[in-house]
Every structure is written in C-alpha cells, then in structure tokens.
C-alpha cells in the first residue's frame, strides 16, 4: 500500500511539472514576482553560470546589498554553494573580476561578542531564505536571528528579529586598507567610512556611512583587527569596526536605517533622512518593490511558459543596475559627484561599474530603446568623465581600470545619438572621442593602445608588444564607424569625419584568405607564425579567431566579400556550430574559464558565454538564410539561459548576456550599434508589448508561437506585409504594431533578396 501511494504521488509530481512546462501564462501582474535573483549565483573562478550575486537594491542604485558569503576582499562575495554568511555587504561591485570599491557589512550576533569575520559566520539554508530585488530575508541558524533587507537608492532598512538574549549584538565591519567608526550612543547611532577599493588609484576616497538603530545600545565596543577595544567608541586604524549590544527579548526587532555617501558624514546623512526619514520598513519594501514592477513592467510579456517567464523577468532585472549612480542630491537640490578621477567634488552627473566591451553590443542599446533617460543621465555623465579625467573610460570601477580592449566608448555615445538621445554636451563628448581615437592612453585600456601603428599601418601590428593586437585592430576599425556615425549625425563637416570613415575599412587588413579567418600580421605586413584557427588569446582577447573573425558589426557585406560571397559565408557560418569545441590554451598556461564554458556547451565553436561572438547567430540574415538565424537564436535561449543558480552559460557582465536574451526574446537583435536597425530573429512569446517612455507601444504579436512553430512564415509591420530582415528603431519608437505568423517549418522564400538585408557600410 506505501509503495503504491509513493507511485501515486510520483505520477502527481511529475504530471505538475509537466503541466508547467505547457501552460502558459497569459498575464504578468507583478513582473517582479518572477524575478530569481539567484540566477547565475552557482559559480567559481574556474566556471561560470553568471558570477552574478543576489542584488537586493533599486535599477541604477548607488548601492547594492548583498548577503556576503565570500571572505572579506574576495570577488565571490555570494556563491549558491556557500553553506555560512559572514555579513550583509553593501556592494559597487560588476563583476567578480573586478571586485569591490566602497564596501562595508553589517552582521548580528548572538552567545557573546563576536566580530571577526570567521567567528561571526553563521550557517544559513535556501530553504530558509528569501531572495527578491527589492527585498531578501534570511536565517541566520547558529544566531538564531532572522535577517531582513530592503533598498532604495543611497539607504536600506534593516529588519532583525532576535532571541531572548543579554547578548545580542550587531556587528559593523567597514573592512580594512584603512577605516574608520565612531558609536554615538546618546543617537542610537554609528558612523564610519571605508577606504577599501580593488582599482586603480583613487584621490580622496572615502565612503562614508550613517547607521540609525531604533533601540538603545546595552553594550558599545570597537575592534581593530582581531583585538577588541572594550568600551571604546571610536576606533580608527587599517581595519577598524565596532560591536554594539542589545537586551533582547524572545522575538525582540531591532531595526538599523543605513545610507551611505562618497561625499561627506552630512550628504549621508542628508541621503537617509531625503530617502527613508520616518518610514517603516515595509514602507521602504513596498516602495522598492513598486519601482521595480514599474521598470519591469515597461516589458510585458505573455504566452510563455513559467520557465521562459521566470527567465526573461530575471534577465531583465540584470539589464537595470550598472552602470550605477555614483551621483548624489546636495541640500540645494543640486545634482554633484566625487570624483573618481581627481577626488573632488563637483557638480553633475556620475556613473561607474561598467565595461564597455561588454556592454556596448546590447545593453546600451536595450537601454536606448526601453529607458532611454536613464542613458541620457549616463551620457551627461560621460562629458563629467572626459573633462575630470581627459578620457572616456572604457572600464569604470569606478575610475579608469586597466582592463580589456577597443575604444567601445565611441559606440555608446554614438549609439545614443543616433537613437535619438539629447540633453547633453555632444560637443565635449565628440572631442572625447577624437582623443581616445587618435592618442595612446595612460593605461592600455584607455584610448588606444598602439595607436599609432594603427594610424599608420591600418592594423595594430603583431610583433609590437601591444597585446592581442588582432582583437583591437577589429574593434577600432568599428569604433571608427561609431564616430564616423556620430560626427555626421551631429553636423562634423565631410572633411574632419573622412578619415574615420576610411579606418573602418580597417578591418580587410587582418583577413587572410588561405583561412578564410582574420589573423595577426607583422609590422612588416608578414602574417604571425604558427597560426591556430582554435588558439584562444596571443592576438585576441578571450577567444579564437573563429570568435573575431566576425566582429565587423559595421560591415557584414564586406566581410562576406572577404570570404567569397554568401554560400561560403553561410558555410563557415554552420561550421561554427558543427565544429567539435577543440581548443589551445596554451596562451594562458591552463583552461580558462571561458574555453571550459564553450567546452562544455555542446554547441561547437559557439562560445556564448563571452561576449565576441554573441552577435555571430544574427549574420545569417546578411546572406539570405534569416530561418538559421531563427533556429540557432531560439535554441540558445532554450538551452543557454535559466531562472536557475546555474542559468547562464558564462559571465553575465553588468547585463550584456542578459540583455542578448532580453533582445533575441523581442526576435530583434542591435547587431550594428550606431545605426538605426536591428536585425531579425523570431520571438519567444506569443505577445510581448514594449512601453516606450514617450507613451507610444510596440506590440509584437506571434499568436501560433511554440517551441515546434519558431520559425517566421510572414510577417506585418502596422498592418502592411514586411518581408525584410531587419526594422527600424526610428519606426518601432513611433509605434508599432508587428504582427508575426510563426511556423514549425523554415520559410526558405522569405528575406532571401539583397534587398531584406540588413545595413552595411559597403552598400552606403
């Protein structure tokens, strides 16, 4: 009889789960409910699915939180597999990589004074934790405390739910490389600054943050290191921190409002009472929460699975933090920054956590067509940077980090342009990037490196000591495109703009056709020696040339010239996917993680967990076979993404992977940014309605969608047949109306003429 219930049980289980697979969701109330923060949080140095971390904040907020996992200063503040929590971090940080600027935790404690980082840590369990944007709990089992937090932009709240106990404690740790606390007990307060960072070199770097408890304090103390200061309110030293006590009863909450400045104690201060003031917690969450359901819902989607929901809501949330405000509101109402690059204070707008590597091929553009002031604030940012710091930053973090390749800033600012973005200095930021296009920079991942080979040579030479040479020879020559795009747009006359157009060809100077693959060549125009097709690095950054050769987004007709017109591009297309995923690491001196990615994917040479080659599936609409385009961009949501701890397939970098998916699921894609056109797809959802900021809608309508039917047959635009591979930005923002007959077959008579092909420079 147990055994048959058992199986009973069993057969219900899995006709639920299966039941889930097929329904659909026809309406998404509260976007924010399908958001699983901890996609992508199962990671390690040596693989990735995601290294992201369980963001508790608001889109674009100054600060994020996070429960802290990692030990202090290490990258992976927040791994799925950890079993203990050591603190509750506020965080800057994009990406592991990168590491943290202006961090500092909180931590309760109970059964005595604890504070080192180790003594502190406490087992916690999933099942016992609750992860949201806007709001994440916890239970802390050797303290028998629950923890909850909740955001806003500068500030959190702080819920801690406590046993009965004379020795509850909350332990503050503004971590070392010099800091600072100072206990006000007659305020219920504590106030500190962190000077800890993991980038570049920064002026006058502090940030200072301003602790409201509710409850007076039994006992104060602070520590240095690992010696307690009995007694002691301030403490100043390389790691300083403080403990304060409470007198706890059996289910006694002690609340903590927190806010933080780059500026000043006062601007803090002035950020938690302008943010939080007297509200109550759940106040605060329901705010967080409504912002969160108001930015996500400017993307509705219906007619997915659970599954396919879960996953474009969480990938959409991972679009909208960074870059994040380093700006703050003054007491005039005035909008001032530090400054990363000199350490002042000054008037405008700031933002940092990015790299444009990245971010440049999807995230801007996501950003200019579904939030588009937000960018617009970010681009007045960019002039802040050029004029403090004479250069536009290719990795912020916050200042310039000496990281990765290409002069990618020319892209964002000319993608935003032409987008349709004003209300900045368009003129500072043209001198901007001139400068960066023509000079060498302090650092190699500013301006650009080699530089003056490139000028002159047309390519960056392999034999010069300027590494992966290759990779940034194809980067600049589109970055020329960008400023040729964006000098023309803002009215640059012919004469100062033809020279940028002439570079972009630059990229015909690598391709070598005994390979058919673009390859590293010597100052004195000899290809490198010892070529390997499957080498990742020497002349390429994170790849092979199998992953490069594709990077002309400016120019696809020219590249499918270079490699004897579309049959034979379609060809080494469909290799990509055919090829067994072989591989020589022998650059790095061991498999990085990004090859072990690829490795393992089961998709060939297609690596989709770095950023090189993610725009390579929508090139098929260049040649006439826009349905292998349609295949390979569904296959790799269905199998590259989940709302899962292992859900990416590499880095998820400061929401470029995340905003592919967010893209690929609308069935457009912005192959070529700094032009007005995204490439076709096919879409995920039987409706997808984006509500643009200046009121209009784009409906995008594909009622037979399913995973059999993910082909397009036809398709309408504003109820006129449209038959090309791509639409126009300056069309969708109007409005549209695109309705899609999907099919399980491939249309092999639809967007075949050269004349459904999408934009390349050659046809201008």
């Not at 108001?294 to 909208?320: A, H, M, N, P, W």
């Not at 967990?609 to 569904?634: C, D, F, S, V």
Request: charged residues 20%; contains cysteine.
């Amino acid at each position: 009889m147990k055994k048959k219930f058992l199986s009973v049980l069993a057969f219900l289980a899995i006709f639920n789960y299966a039941d889930a697979q097929t329904h659909l969701i026809e309406s998404v109330e509260n976007p924010v409910d399908f958001v699983n923060p901890l996609m992508g949080t199962d990671s390690s140095p040596g693989l990735s699915n995601g290294n992201t971390y369980p963001a508790v904040a608001v889109p674009w907020g100054m600060n994020l939180w996070t429960p802290q996992t990692g030990p202090m200063g290490h990258g992976w503040a927040y791994t799925y597999d950890a079993e203990k929590i050591r603190g509750f971090k506020q965080t800057h940080q994009p990406s592991p990589w990168m590491n943290d600027y202006g961090q500092f935790s909180l931590m309760p404690v109970t059964g005595g004074i604890k504070f080192n980082q180790d003594d502190r840590a406490s087992w916690f369990s999933h099942k016992a934790e609750v992860s949201t944007p806007y709001y994440y709990k916890v239970y802390l089992a050797d303290h028998d405390v629950t923890v909850e937090l909740t955001p806003t932009e500068r500030a959190a709240q702080f819920k801690m739910t406590f046993p009965k106990s004379d020795s509850s404690y909350v332990v503050i740790d503004p971590f070392d490389k010099g800091s600072y606390v100072k206990v006000i007990p007659e305020e219920k307060k504590i106030i500190g600054y962190t000077t800890k960072y993991a980038r570049g070199k920064l002026t006058n770097f502090k940030n200072y943050f301003v602790i409201q408890f509710d409850k007076p304090f039994s006992d104060v103390n602070t520590w240095e290191s690992d010696t307690l200061a009995k007694g002691k309110v301030e403490m100043k030293a390389d790691h300083a921190g403080a403990i304060v006590g409470f007198d706890t009863k059996d289910g006694a909450v002690v609340h903590a409002k927190v806010a933080s400045s780059f500026i000043s104690f006062d601007q803090a201060q002035l950020n938690l009472d302008r943010e939080i003031a007297n509200d109550d917690f759940e106040a605060t969450k329901q705010r967080a929460r409504d912002l969160w359901n108001e930015k996500l819902g400017r993307l509705e989607v219906s007619g997915g699975t659970i599954d396919q929901v879960r996953t474009f809501y969480s990938c959409l949330y991972r679009t909208l933090f960074f870059p994040n405000k380093l700006y703050e509101i003054n007491e005039n109402d005035e909008i001032v920054h530090w400054s990363p690059y000199n350490g002042e204070i000054l008037p405008g707008y700031m933002f940092a956590g990015t790299g444009f590597w990245d971010t440049f091929r999807a995230l801007y553009p996501f950003l200019n067509l579904a939030y588009p002031s937000i960018n617009e604030e970010m681009q007045a940012g960019l002039v802040n940077d050029y004029k403090e710091g004479g250069w536009l930053p290719e990795w912020s973090s916050p200042g310039y980090a000496n990281i990765m390749v290409g002069n990618n800033s020319a892209s964002v600012v000319a993608d935003a342009y032409i987008k349709g973005l004003r209300g900045y200095d368009t003129e500072t930021l043209w001198k901007a990037l001139v400068n960066g296009a023509n000079n060498e920079g302090p650092m190699t991942a500013v301006g650009r490196a080699g530089a003056p080979y490139y000028n002159k040579l047309g390519y960056v030479p392999y034999d010069v000591e300027v590494n992966e040479s290759a990779a940034r020879t194809l980067e600049y020559a589109y970055d020329d495109f960008a400023i040729y795009q964006f000098g023309k747009a803002i009215g640059k006359p012919k004469k100062e703009i033809k020279i940028y157009a002439e570079r972009s060809m630059n990229y015909k100077n690598l391709f070598d056709p005994s390979y058919g693959l673009m390859r590293g060549k010597n100052k004195d125009g000899s290809w490198q020696k010892d070529f390997n097709p499957f080498k990742w690095g020497n002349p390429f950054t994170e790849g092979n040339s199998w992953h490069y050769s594709w990077s002309v987004f400016h120019d696809v007709e020219g590249l499918i010239g270079l490699m004897g017109g579309k049959e034979n591009f379609v060809k080494k297309l469909d290799s990509v996917f055919s090829m067994p995923p072989i591989f020589d690491e022998s650059v790095y001196g061991g498999v990085i993680h990004e090859i072990r990615e690829m490795q393992i994917a089961n998709m060939g040479q297609y690596a989709h967990g770095n950023q090189p080659i993610q725009h390579m599936i929508y090139l098929y609409n260049y040649a006439g076979e826009p349905w292998k385009t349609q295949k390979w961009a569904r296959e790799t949501m269905d199998r590259m993404y989940k709302a899962t701890p292992d859900g990416y397939c590499g880095d998820e970098d400061n929401g470029q992977t995340s905003a592919w998916y967010v893209f690929s699921a609308l069935g457009f894609y912005p192959v070529t940014p700094s032009v007005d056109q995204y490439v076709m797809g096919a879409p995920l959802f039987k409706k997808v309605t984006v509500n643009l900021e200046n009121g209009n809608k784009i409906v995008i309508n594909a009622p037979k969608n399913s995973d059999d039917n993910k082909y397009i047959e036809s398709m309408k635009m504003n109820g006129k047949s449209y038959d090309k591979n791509y639409v126009k930005h300056s069309d969708l923002i109007k409005g549209a109306a695109i309705n899609i007959e999907m099919t399980d077959t491939p249309n092999k008579d639809r967007g075949i003429k050269k004349n459904a092909f999408p934009y390349s420079y050659s046809n201008e």
